[in-house]
């Protein structure tokens, strides 16, 4: 199963059309979890004490645990984010608090070093750019994350950048990078 983690605010969002682009070369089912649409909040006093005592207690069972279930059993994953304010929508990064729980996605060894648990082989990120595209804070961020802690071993990075740029086609921008998609024959 391929995993769309969809955080576009925009209807008609750039980076979505990217995506989608390169989903539709992939012949696995995909789910699409929309960030947007989804009743996913930073976590606070009450919900972590929760959690950390459900986690203490070795039950999963509870729901705060779907999203968490649902990214260590995709297959492969696909994350969409536009560049913003250099880095991604901190919607994304809410997703990231929710879904890293040790026993999940991730446990640690005896000496403190993480090992992840989740199943998919790859990460693809999706991204648009109105300027120049620096990877620093957000691929770089999702692909340490990936790497790191949840065990998953090779990320991409699929991008549009310059878009919003005087004098630059943004269609073509965005057209280019989709045939880059269709070329690789995923």
């Known amino acids: 199963m391929v995993l769309y983690i969809n955080c576009c605010a925009r209807?008609?969002?750039?980076?979505d059309r990217l995506a989608r682009a390169l989903l539709s070369t992939m012949d696995d089912g995909v789910t699409e979890l929309d960030l947007y649409n989804e009743?996913?909040?930073?976590?606070?006093?009450?919900?972590?004490?929760?959690?950390?005592?459900?986690?203490?207690?070795?039950?999963?069972?509870?729901?705060?645990?779907?999203?968490?279930k649902q990214f260590a059993n995709a297959d492969t994953i696909v994350i969409a984010a536009p560049y913003w304010d250099l880095s991604f929508p901190s919607k994304l990064k809410v997703y990231f608090e929710n879904i890293y729980v040790t026993g999940i996605v991730s446990e640690y060894s005896e000496d403190g070093s993480p090992r992840g648990l989740c199943?998919?082989?790859?990460?693809?990120?999706?991204t648009t750019a109105g300027g120049p595209y620096d990877p620093t804070y957000s691929y770089g961020y999702v692909e340490s994350l990936a790497k790191n802690f949840f065990?998953?071993?090779e990320c991409e990075l699929v991008k549009a950048e310059m878009l919003d740029v005087y004098g630059s086609d943004p269609?073509?921008?965005?057209?280019?990078?989709?045939?880059?998609?269709?070329e690789k024959n995923i």
């Open 119 to 126: 199943k998919a082989g790859k990460v693809w990120y999706v």
């Open 39 to 68: 009743a996913i909040e930073p976590l606070n006093r009450l919900s972590l004490s929760r959690r950390t005592a459900l986690v203490e207690s070795g039950d999963y069972s509870d729901a705060v645990f779907d999203y968490a």
């Open 151 to 153: 065990g998953i071993p």
């Open 11 to 15: 209807e008609e969002s750039r980076t």
């Open 171 to 182: 269609e073509k921008i965005l057209n280019d990078a989709i045939g880059k998609i269709t």
